[in-house]
């Protein structure tokens, strides 16, 4: 399984991008899927993950962020919105064959997010 992550940016406080990661591959393996980020000396963390039932999000970006994903080919989207400065980081999409909503098994490049105040 291959990922590609597109849809990183600079952007100003207060506004929105949508990222989207695309699998490849034995893309019918995949049971999750989700996204990470990492700032400028700290750990990666989970944001979001998502499998066919249900969707996890971390709680600072409840209500602010969506993860989505149509069907099992699909790729899988996240739509930030009213995003802030302590948004900004590495964002790395991730999948898995089991249904576990931090995936890890596989990863894809990161895509840069910069919010600047």
């Known amino acids: 399984v291959q990922l590609q992550a597109f849809g990183g940016g600079s952007v100003q406080a207060g506004g929105s991008l949508r990222l989207s990661c695309v699998p490849s591959?034995?893309?019918?393996?995949?049971?999750?899927m989700g996204w990470y980020r990492q700032a400028s000396g700290s750990q990666r963390e989970l944001v979001a993950g998502i499998n066919k039932s249900t969707t996890r999000l971390a709680k600072s970006v409840v209500g602010r962020f969506t993860i989505s994903r149509d069907d099992a080919e699909s790729p899988v989207y996240l739509q930030m919105n009213s995003l802030k400065p302590e948004d900004t980081g590495v964002y790395y999409c991730?999948?898995?064959?089991?249904?576990?909503?931090?995936?890890?098994?596989?990863w894809g490049h990161g895509t840069l997010v910069t919010v600047s105040s």
């Open positions: 991730a999948a898995n064959p089991s249904v576990r909503l931090d995936p890890t098994a596989y």
């Open positions: 591959g034995n893309t019918l393996s995949i049971k999750s």
